[in-house]
């Protein structure tokens, strides 16, 4: 039975940073894709950012391209999000979901696995 689960949010400024972590159980971590999504209350969840089974061809939404960088850790089974330049518009809460394929995904439907979600907040 995969597990995810996040860690590291909360409420920050904007214009700071925060790295969210979601720590991954269960076997084949270094086998799945990865990837970071947000839901904003009444809202539909939206991607984020995934990164391939091996750490290659991250890739983000627009709306966070530049700002944040996803990350991996496969001998922690650890995946990251770090999180630069927050805006009021990033608050949502975020999770972390996993493929069993290896390669990245940008739509929810893809991903096999999810955590239950941390909450970022950010005020103006």
């Known amino acids: 039975q995969v597990q995810l689960v996040e860690s590291g949010g909360g409420v920050v400024q904007a214009g700071d940073s925060l790295t969210l972590s979601c720590g991954g159980s269960?076997?084949?971590?270094?086998?799945?894709?990865m990837g970071w999504f947000r839901q904003e209350p009444g809202k539909d969840r939206r991607f984020v950012a995934t990164i391939s089974n091996l750490g290659a061809t991250p890739w983000y939404a627009g709306s966070v391209k530049g700002r944040f960088t996803i990350t991996r850790d496969n001998s922690k089974n650890t995946l990251y999000l770090h999180m630069n330049d927050l805006k009021p518009e990033d608050t949502a809460v975020y999770f972390c979901?996993?493929?069993?394929?290896?390669?990245?995904?940008?739509?929810?439907?893809?991903?096999?696995?999810w955590g239950r979600g941390t909450q970022v907040t950010v005020s103006a």
């Open positions: 269960g076997g084949g971590f270094g086998t799945r894709a």
């Open positions: 979901a996993a493929r069993r394929a290896a390669t990245i995904g940008v739509r929810a439907e893809l991903f096999d696995f």
